[in-house]
């Protein structure tokens, strides 16, 4: 009897542990991270556009791009896997054997090494979807990279989408109505037009998120309509769907070894790598508006040198970033902010104080090609970086704001991409 007692607490316990980290897993949020730091320049981008938003249309042909470099030098036995996500970034409570046609893991085996570089790396590469794998559902999806069988420790995660397009997106951008800061921010006004889907309660059975530049921190969630018409919901808010206009990024051109790009101060070669020193930045928040053109916080790899393949001959640079500030801010941190940090703020893109310069300094391992960045003041216990405070923030300033429209049924087991658009502020 003690024995009978013993083996079903045992059990219980067993399947509560299963049950508890189940629950955890759909319970994470998943983010564009990387979690070692071998792993540099990540991008993924519909094929044939390297500035493109990771957005594929559900039953074409068309195809996702992943690429990235793993510093160590080494050929590691990478796998990767995709995981269906609802609007929030949590699994969706769904078997993987429905949302994927082919194999839920497999091995991540176009990679290369680097030539004549003075940072060795291997350049992996993948294609989505594939031979091995192909994608029934539309929604978000998160791709997971990790070495060998080791799934729940994965050195680098991505979001991407699946598009069903079955509404349509019209919006605009303009001069925010309702702006107490006198010209500082734009309004996204939208519509969704859903004549070809039936929606019975679109306050619970839809779900928007409006980004502006891809950001995450900053998106506005779980709008909902302001008013419901025949085959329409209209979002056209004063209050809830502003955003600060901000400033025009900061770049520089680190395309060539041979010669200082626009914004680079010098380029040495010391202690077997190359370091690229950034001109010295000022704060913008206290200057008028300028108007150039950049790519809304992205870069690219690239090279003005005579090499090949850009891929696994464009070497790598410390790139050294400074910001003239009278005294340092107080109350949080300031960092350097883009595509190129990944869209986060960690301790790695973090700035330190040197009280002797009265500025700000960071060092960045980067690949060679041309960037964009800013810089972005976070206060502590803030999860939403400003990059009012040091760049400013300008009505006119040109930024592109994408809008995602979800929809789950009273009986659908989970949440799809119905609807996607890219509206540019430059439209107003």
């Not at 059990?11 to 319970?27: C, E, G, K």
């Not at 039953?59 to 995709?82: A, M, P, R, W």
């Not at 769907?241 to 070669?269: A, C, H, L, Q």
Request: proline residues 3%; charged residues 20%.
């Amino acid at each position: 009897m003690f024995r009978n007692c013993f083996f079903l607490s045992l059990i219980s316990i067993v399947i509560f542990s299963l049950n508890s980290r189940a629950q955890a897993a759909f319970d994470q949020v998943y983010r564009n991270q990387v979690f070692i730091p071998d792993i540099h320049s990540v991008q993924l981008f519909s094929s044939g556009s390297v500035l493109s938003m990771p957005v594929l249309s559900l039953g074409t042909d068309e195809q996702l791009v992943l690429k990235f470099d793993d510093l160590s030098g080494q050929v590691k036995n990478y796998n990767y896997t995709i995981l269906h996500c609802d609007a929030d970034w949590r699994e969706s409570f769904v078997m993987q054997s429905e949302y994927l046609d082919g194999f839920a893991e497999n091995p991540l085996d176009d990679y290369a090494l680097s030539f004549n570089t003075s940072m060795d790396y291997v350049n992996y590469q993948l294609a989505i979807p594939n031979q091995q794998v192909r994608l029934n559902y539309s929604g978000n999806y998160i791709l997971l990279v990790y070495e060998g069988n080791d799934r729940e420790h994965p050195v680098l995660s991505r979001r991407f989408f699946v598009l069903d397009q079955q509404v349509a997106v019209q919006g605009q951008v303009k001069k925010a109505t309702f702006d107490p800061f006198q010209g500082d921010n734009q309004e996204v006004d939208f519509s969704v037009l859903h004549r070809q889907l039936k929606i019975e309660d679109p306050f619970s059975e839809i779900r928007v998120v409006v980004m502006k530049n891809r950001r995450w921190d900053s998106a506005i969630r779980d709008l909902k309509p302001i008013f419901v018409r025949d085959n329409e919901l209209v979002y056209d808010y004063d209050e809830q769907n502003v955003f600060p206009g901000g400033n025009e990024f900061r770049y520089f051109d680190m395309r060539s070894w041979k010669y200082t790009g626009e914004n680079v101060d010098e380029i040495g070669f010391y202690q077997a790598y190359y370091h690229v020193r950034v001109m010295p930045d000022e704060i913008r928040s206290n200057k008028k508006y300028f108007e150039y053109q950049e790519m809304n916080g992205n870069f690219t790899v690239e090279s003005q040198d005579r090499i090949q393949d850009p891929d696994t001959e464009c070497d790598y640079a410390f790139v050294h970033f400074s910001l003239a500030v009278p005294v340092p801010l107080v109350g949080g941190t300031v960092h350097v902010f883009g595509a190129l940090t990944n869209w986060t703020t960690g301790k790695g893109t973090a700035m330190s104080w040197d009280a002797a310069h009265k500025q700000y300094d960071l060092t960045l391992l980067l690949k060679q090609g041309y960037y964009n960045y800013e810089y972005v003041y976070v206060p502590e216990g803030a999860t939403v970086a400003d990059e009012t405070v040091l760049e400013g923030s300008h009505f006119e300033t040109e930024n592109d704001y994408q809008i995602f429209v979800y929809y789950k049924g009273i009986s659908d087991r989970y949440e799809q991409l119905v609807g996607f658009t890219q509206l540019n502020s430059r439209s107003f």
